[in-house]
């Protein structure tokens, strides 16, 4: 533990400011841009799908982690895409164009699968197994806080002035970029403790959770994409709507991401997953037949409650891995996260200009695959009892 370490000096406090420039950043473009693709670009469901595919490229493409590294420490390499993130979303609306709008996305979108990749490797390699569920839950706690702090303000500025999308989008990113030199000029570079292997590489007995991770992606996806575009396109609603609607998210977040973390300690990551899974039937399945924008609004909050439960995942993996497998494996992942996220969107996106609630089945069908596949979690996950058809005796 590092509790009589000055908190400058902490690894802890590089996972928190990395998270809190990554939600200054990214819920601002993400909570904007359904109405400014709408508003300003006349985007229909084929542009955002597209749109929306071409973001999660370089999630597909995040193995190319593990060659950077050979360059680059992961701090480094960690802060460097910050500040990347932070300078894509800071250019977002100079040109209402579908081609810029492309260009910005795929940039901004390099340094946030980046950072997502390289924060977790560090998480699960700096914190300790016991320590990993509660404290990633308060780092998800104070991304969803910042969230909560960015939004109200959006909130507050869109009831009683002019939406200015570019002077927003100029303010975030720069902001991001600040914490992201901030991190580099006033943090310690910390020594890595484990030395990690710097080839591509999938192993055998993390199958499982590269399925989990597969479906949680595209599920995600389908989340991400359609739920919001459905309550703009479908029912007409506002920009100051829905940033506060993304701000009762980010709130009801910061209050139950440490509560889920906790809970996951206690009752098991297949417990855990199982009752994500089985909500996520339940949400998808009346998305595909909502004609009531109240009850549109309820599945959105519901839904989004469900995203912390991914902390099971990663300390599932964590239980499971070998130590210097963390940050190759993290890179791996959310490639293998991000395969249906590259087809999907568009694909999706032509599934919904004929049918919208053919889009959600489809996620209820993923959500149903994951349930089955959560099963066969351990109740204790080691190495060399990674699944419970490894355990002695099955």
Aim: charged share 10%; aromatic share 14%.
């Amino acid at each position: 533990m590092q509790t009589d370490t000055p908190i400058l000096q902490q690894r802890k406090t590089l996972l928190f400011l990395l998270a809190i420039g990554n939600a200054i950043a990214f819920s601002t473009w993400q909570v904007l841009l359904n109405n400014y693709v709408v508003e300003r670009a006349s985007f229909s469901g084929e542009e955002i799908g597209i749109l929306q595919s071409l973001r999660e490229v370089p999630g597909f493409l995040a193995f190319t982690a593990v060659w950077v590294l050979l360059i680059l420490r992961q701090q480094s390499f960690a802060i460097l895409s910050l500040i990347v993130l932070g300078a894509g979303t800071a250019i977002t609306a100079f040109y209402p164009q579908a081609l810029w709008l492309y260009f910005t996305t795929v940039l901004m979108s390099v340094g946030f699968h980046y950072l997502e990749t390289l924060q977790n490797s560090l998480s699960l390699q700096w914190l300790e197994r016991q320590e990993a569920p509660v404290v990633m839950g308060q780092i998800l706690s104070a991304r969803s806080f910042t969230s909560l702090l960015v939004l109200g303000a959006l909130y507050l500025y869109f009831l009683f002035f002019e939406t200015n999308y570019l002077a927003v989008y100029l303010l975030a990113g720069c902001t991001c970029v600040a914490i992201g030199i901030f991190c580099w000029l006033s943090l310690p570079h910390f020594q890595d403790t484990v030395i990690q292997r710097r080839e591509l590489f999938l192993r055998q007995k993390y199958w499982l959770y590269y399925a989990l991770t597969f479906l949680s992606g595209a599920r995600r996806q389908i989340f991400v994409v359609f739920a919001g575009f459905l309550l703009v396109e479908k029912f007409g609603f506002p920009v100051e709507n829905m940033v506060l609607l993304t701000l009762i998210n980010a709130a009801m977040t910061t209050w139950l991401a440490p509560r889920t973390g906790r809970l996951i300690s206690v009752i098991g990551e297949r417990r855990a997953l199982t009752l994500e899974y089985l909500g996520l039937i339940v949400i998808f399945v009346s998305y595909a037949f909502v004609n009531s924008i109240a009850i549109a609004i309820m599945l959105y909050l519901l839904d989004h409650l469900f995203f912390a439960m991914a902390i099971a995942i990663k300390t599932y993996f964590q239980k499971i891995a070998d130590p210097s497998d963390i940050a190759a494996t993290s890179g791996i992942s959310f490639t293998i996260n991000h395969i249906a996220a590259v087809i999907l969107p568009a694909s999706l996106g032509l599934i919904w200009i004929v049918n919208p609630g053919a889009v959600f089945l489809i996620g209820a069908a993923i959500a149903v695959c994951s349930l089955l596949l959560g099963q066969l979690i351990p109740d204790h996950p080691l190495p060399g009892v990674e699944t419970r058809l490894a355990m002695p005796g099955t």
